[in-house]
């Protein structure tokens, strides 16, 4: 997000289609240059999360963990910075995305603390997933995890 240049947005949501549960250490996703994409309603997107956090266009990123396929209920712009939502767990915040499935689907690439598979996190088919305008009066606060776990929204280095 620029604070200089954006305003607010809309939250765009989402549920579950399918839930992911493995690791890889070996992906070779590359970061797209754009920090934002525009989303439509009936999109089907893969969530993929990462320890790491390189935000320049072409950066490698192998350490992920896959947490499974998002329909979106609503259109609208996912922007890196913004916070991801799934049920009522805070993963992470948007890194970027890596095209290396379109024209069928993006995978969204969340940062967290480390990697997490929809697995890791319980996850079930219909669990609501948000995309919710970040800042940096959001970045690093502590969120109410599910079942009164305590998490932190993860800043992202230099932020």
């Known amino acids: 997000m ?7 947005k809309r939250v765009v949501r989402g549920s579950l289609v399918k839930v992911l ?15 934002a994409r525009c989303v439509r ?3 089907v997107h893969e969530l993929v999360t990462t320890d790491q956090w390189d935000p320049r266009p072409g950066a ?10 998002a329909e979106l209920l ?5 922007d890196r910075g913004d916070l991801v939502r799934i049920g009522d767990t805070t993963v992470g915040t948007v ?18 603390a480390r ?6 996190l319980d ?16 970045q690093g606060r502590v969120v109410q995890g599910r079942a009164g776990d305590q998490g932190t929204v993860p800043a992202p280095p230099g932020a």
């Open 123 to 138: 996850l079930r088919p219909e669990t609501s997933v948000a995309f919710v305008q970040g800042g940096a009066g959001d």
């Open 2 to 8: 620029n604070p200089a240049e954006d305003g607010q």
């Open 21 to 35: 549960v493995h690791h890889r250490t070996d992906r070779g996703m590359r970061l797209e240059e754009h920090a």
């Open 60 to 69: 490698r990123i192998d350490r992920v963990g896959f947490l499974g396929f």
């Open 95 to 112: 890194l970027g995305f890596d095209a290396c499935h379109l024209p069928n689907h993006y995978n969204i690439l969340i940062h967290a």
């Open 41 to 43: 309603r009936g999109e």
């Open 74 to 78: 609503c259109g609208g712009v996912i």
């Open 115 to 120: 990697p997490v598979s929809g697995g890791d």
